[in-house]
């Protein structure tokens, strides 16, 4: 398979993908929202969790299995707590609006804190983050997700590999941006393999008889690794607690796969957001996480390292070279960008052979 790359500027994808999801019956300000969660995982590199998925989206919405135009319906629990029924629509587009709600709470009160439940895969959990960020807010992010891992000690798989995600701003440094799934990586790895024909390294998941395996199309049918054991199996437990357990959605195993099942998803989410300036001042709060920022930075690198990095800085330089260089795609993407502009009629995606040179 050839190793080539095709360059898309950003804005020129999120058009590419907003009027794709307009065309499946999303709204502008619904296509608009989700079009920039895929495009802005692609620009940090998670390209796992981009525009490469939105084939599967579109079938999933264009066959009714995702509401294209839910009835968003908030409860206020207390001032700072609300509930939010997301009517089955896209993960992106239910998770944007609650992380919007906690954000405005936090505003007032100083903290926020939003459970969704009946929505449906939310893609990169750093998106809500930087959200939040945006904002200068602290946040912590929770999802659920359909069963793909087996509890610690367990043979069969019950556990979603939901990512946990969290972040802090800094002043002058870069962020703090945690966006781990619980098992070794996120299953995204292993279907961006398998679509692209590539092995997968030892340790990342096993077929369904429990043995270790390198071919992506094999592990798909199996179950993916946790990370440390009990440790990786109790992070997915919580995200479960906080997602599925807290909201009224889904939960232990119950998620519905947005692969295989017809049933809606039924996925719930947790959104907290928090003021920097609770407890200093927002100016001492940057200056300590600058602080902190250079304190990693300044640890001696281990063998095999150049530097030492802070959490999220390695898809924040990404993200600072795509959106100079454009976003490199696959001859695989670029062929489903293709076939899926054909079926939808909507014009191509332009893709140049080399880096862009964008403003
Ligand atoms: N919505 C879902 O159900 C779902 C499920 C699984 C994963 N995902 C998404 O998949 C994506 C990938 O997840 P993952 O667990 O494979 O992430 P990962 O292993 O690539 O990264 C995990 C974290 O480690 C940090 N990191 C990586 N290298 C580093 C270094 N050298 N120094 C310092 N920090 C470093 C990253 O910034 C990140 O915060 C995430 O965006 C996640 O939200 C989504």
Not at 210 to 232: F, R, V
Request: hydrophobic share 40%; aromatic share 8%.
């Amino acid at each position: 398979m050839s190793s080539a790359r095709y360059y898309a500027d950003p804005a020129v994808a999120t058009q590419f993908a907003t009027e794709l999801l307009m065309k499946a019956g999303l709204n502008e300000e619904h296509a608009k929202s989700m079009a920039n969660c895929l495009v802005l995982a692609d620009i940090r590199g998670v390209d796992t969790h981009g525009l490469a998925r939105l084939p599967q989206y579109i079938d999933r919405v264009s066959n009714g299995r995702v509401n294209a135009n839910p009835n968003f319906k908030f409860t206020e629990k207390t001032p700072v707590v609300a509930h939010m029924d997301g009517d089955n629509g896209f993960g992106f587009v239910v998770a944007t609006r609650a992380m919007e709600e906690a954000i405005k709470r936090a505003e007032i009160y100083g903290i926020g804190l939003v459970v969704a439940n009946h929505s449906n895969h939310f893609g990169m959990g750093a998106t809500y983050v930087m959200q939040a960020l945006e904002k200068d807010m602290i946040s912590l992010v929770f999802t659920n997700s359909a069963k793909q891992m087996p509890p610690f000690g367990g043979k069969e798989t019950l556990l979603g590999i939901s990512p946990f995600a969290a972040g802090a701003p800094s002043g002058k440094e870069v962020p703090y941006i945690l966006d781990m799934a619980p098992s070794v990586v996120a299953k995204g790895k292993i279907r961006r393999a398998a679509r692209r024909g590539e092995s997968i390294p030892l340790g990342w998941a096993v077929d369904a008889d429990g043995n270790p395996t390198t071919d992506a199309e094999i592990a798909l049918n199996g179950s993916m690794a946790p990370i440390g054991g009990p440790k990786g199996s109790g992070i997915a437990i919580l995200m479960d607690i906080m997602s599925g357990v807290l909201s009224g959605s889904a939960f232990g195993g119950e998620v519905g796969d947005q692969y295989k099942d017809t049933k809606p998803q039924d996925v719930g989410h947790c959104f907290i957001a928090l003021k920097q300036d609770i407890f200093l001042s927002a100016a001492d709060f940057k200056a300590r996480m600058d602080t902190l920022v250079q304190r990693v930075h300044n640890v001696t690198p281990a063998p095999g390292f150049n530097e030492v990095l802070f959490p999220g800085e390695p898809e924040h330089r990404l993200g600072v070279q795509r959106r100079k260089e454009g976003i490199p795609y696959a001859d695989a993407e670029k062929q489903m960008f293709i076939d899926i502009a054909k079926k939808f009629g909507v014009s191509e995606l332009p893709l140049a052979d080399s880096a862009l040179s964008l403003a």
